[in-house]
């Protein structure tokens, strides 16, 4: 926290001087104190040595039982009021590099849906600290805001900023026009369209009967991977979809669903509600889901193999402590059905995570990849 460190070798390097620009990002969670610390010292030593302070404003985190739009502007207030303090300390230039706002303006071009992928894409396993997105993100927010006297109206051009690992050029583009926007030298950006009425492609793609090939619950029917099920043991779900109704047959139950779409020109995204999960990839005959699970076009040539599961993000996936599947694989540290079951990494939605089961071939329980004939229409 900003108050713990007006001691120590963080507070004799803010006395000693020679810097232009003094940056200060105060713990997210823990910021009523540094209201003292910004008064009684990193202001009036960064007066004294005549230097601009750069305020780092963090970001709300997108978890159960919080409002991240409070989140957000909990810490805007704070920070502004680091900043008035600073002025009327005599701080010649203060500067706000309101990053945790362009995380909340990202999450309001994406409907708002703490879910989207679209929005999750910025946080790291943990759904707090950033992704490499994230820190891109934040990246363009603290280029514009603490250089703005150097940038003409309309920012700079990003076509000559290279794009980071996984990102698009989209992405690209919205990330410099919010943080031209914060930094007040664009208009708000535009808020991308409204889902259509029309389906999109990914939408029509789930169109009609769908199956799986499920388990049943008794006693005799759980096997360790890669036994052979007995004969009784499996049962269809049929699923039918029709615009956005979903309905879902099994075991003689009838549950009604629904598809959420939201189609943004350039991707779409289509979640299954309410099991909150989002279609990550098609084919003509196939549907996988961002949890692993696989939904067979009913009638046709491909088969539905008892809990069906292709593995989802194994390239990039990471368990909390930073283990990727290679730890998973036969032979390996984890290699057993307990670390399997528990580990877990990617983000399938605000409630959910991503097990190691369905991400690693290793666990012996999803499958390799599903390949597509078209090109992705969703990135997970």
């Known amino acids: 926290t900003l108050s713990m460190s007006i001691a120590g070798p963080p507070a004799e390097m803010v006395k000693s001087g020679g810097y232009d620009l003094l940056v200060l990002q ?48 909990w810490r805007k207030a704070v920070y502004e009021k680091y900043a008035e303090i600073s002025r009327d300390a005599g701080v010649p230039r203060v500067l706000i590099a309101r990053v945790g706002e362009a995380f909340s303006k990202v999450l309001e071009l994406y409907s708002g849906d703490t879910d989207e992928p679209a929005f999750n894409a910025l946080y790291d396993i943990d759904r707090e600290h ?11 927010v603290m280029v514009l805001a603490f250089n703005s006297d150097r940038f003409q109206a309309g920012g700079c051009d990003s076509s000559r900023v290279p794009l980071v690992p996984g990102q698009t050029e989209q992405q690209k583009r919205t990330f410099a ?5 914060l930094s007040d030298l664009c208009p708000d950006p535009a808020r991308a369209p409204l889902p259509s009425q029309q389906l999109c492609k990914t939408a029509r793609a789930l169109q009609g009967r769908w199956v799986q090939n499920k388990t049943s619950a008794e006693a005799h029917c759980a096997t360790a991977a890669g036994q052979k099920l007995p004969a009784d043991c499996t049962h269809l779900v049929e699923w039918e979809v029709s615009d956005t109704s979903v309905t879902r047959r099994a ?8 598809l959420r779409i939201r189609d943004y020109g350039w991707f779409c995204s289509v979640k299954l509600t309410p099991e909150l999960v989002y279609v990550s990839k098609t ?39 930073g283990n990727t599947c290679d730890v998973y694989e036969s032979g390996q540290p984890k290699h057993d059905p307990t670390s399997c079951n528990w580990g877990s990494g990617g983000i399938v939605s605000q409630s959910k995570r991503l097990r190691a089961w369905q991400a690693c071939p290793g666990c012996q329980r999803c499958q390799g990849m599903l390949h597509k004939s078209a090109p992705p229409q969703l990135l997970v």
């Open 251 to 258: 075991e003689g139950k009838v549950e009604s669903h629904n």
């Open 177 to 181: 026009s919010i943080a031209c926007w």
């Open 130 to 140: 950033p992704s490499l997105l994230g820190i891109n993100l934040a990246a363009w």
């Open 26 to 73: 105060d713990q997210s969670d823990l910021m009523i104190s540094g209201t003292s610390a910004v008064h009684d010292f990193f202001a009036p030593e960064a007066a004294r040595h005549k230097a601009t302070v750069g305020f780092y404003e963090t970001w709300a985190k997108p978890v159960t039982g919080s409002n991240f739009t409070t989140g957000t502007l």
């Open 283 to 321: 084919t003509a005959n196939k549907i996988l889901f961002n949890d692993c699970q696989v939904w067979t076009r009913s009638g046709s040539e491909a088969v539905a193999k008892p809990n069906e599961c292709m593995c989802i993000q194994t390239s990039s996936w990471k368990d909390g402590e």
